[in-house]
């Protein structure tokens, strides 16, 4: 089946611990995104990814490191997480960077920092 | 960059009545246009895109329409059923730069059995 995988799915975590969200799809998709998600905001991107090697920031990179050493691994890296963080975070994925292409979410990460 | 407004924020529908949720865009270049439909504890779901040569498309009992010159475009969903209560977002890509998904803020649709 066709999908896109992030774990954990819940996290409470207290701030400055540094955290690692994986996200992984199975569809050999070249262009892989991470957004958050909060209340009267809507999605928000984060950094993505054209492809392996190649990454850079979305609207709302403070805070957030990815890197890109496999087609199918994007992983999102909190490296001293604030409270500001907690959020619920989404990786997505479609075939190519080209504009008119479906794109593909995964279930959710939630993030709670203390 | 592409802004994408939202309306309205929440649409109360009876069973069997329709429901239509209205996006705006700013960006003339904006050529691709999808819905996605959010459950809870779920991620956002394609359920139904169009492109910018087309008008409307209609899949079953969803249908979008697209109208360029004002930069708008509308979700449609007929005879509702309880199941089709959620949060839907709308969002447009503009060519160049990063292709990014420019997302509105999301409709919460409640129908009402």
């Known amino acids: 089946e066709a999908q896109v995988t992030q774990n954990p799915r819940y996290l409470i975590t207290v701030t400055g611990k540094k955290l690692t969200v994986t996200c992984s799809q199975n569809?050999?998709?070249?262009?892989m995104s991470w957004y958050r998600q909060d209340p009267g905001l809507g999605l928000r991107q984060i950094y993505y990814s054209m492809n392996v090697e190649v990454t850079d920031k979305g609207d709302v990179p403070e805070g957030y490191k990815v890197s890109r050493k496999e087609k199918r691994n994007f992983p999102l890296i909190l490296e001293s997480p604030s409270p500001n963080q907690t959020s619920l975070y989404f990786c997505?994925?479609?075939?190519?960077?080209?504009?008119?292409?479906?794109?593909?979410f995964g279930d959710g990460t939630r993030l709670s920092i203390l | 960059g592409e802004n994408v407004e939202q309306h309205p924020s929440t649409l109360s529908v009876q069973e069997g009545d329709s429901a239509v949720i209205k996006c705006t865009y700013s960006d003339s270049a904006s050529n691709y246009f999808p819905w996605y439909k959010q459950e809870l504890g779920k991620g956002p779901q394609l359920i139904i895109d169009?492109?910018?040569?087309?008008g409307e498309k209609k899949d079953q009992r969803i249908a979008v329409t697209l109208n360029k010159t004002a930069k708008h475009f509308s979700l449609h969903i007929t005879e509702t059923q309880p199941e089709d209560s959620a949060v839907y977002f709308c969002?447009?890509?503009?060519?160049?730069?990063?292709?990014?998904?420019?997302f509105g803020k999301g409709n919460q649709v409640v129908v009402i059995p």
């Open positions: 969002a447009a890509v503009s060519e160049g730069g990063n292709n990014r998904l420019a």
């Open positions: 169009i492109r910018s040569n087309v």
């Open positions: 997505a994925s479609r075939l190519t960077s080209g504009s008119n292409q479906p794109q593909h």
């Open positions: 569809m050999n998709h070249e262009y």
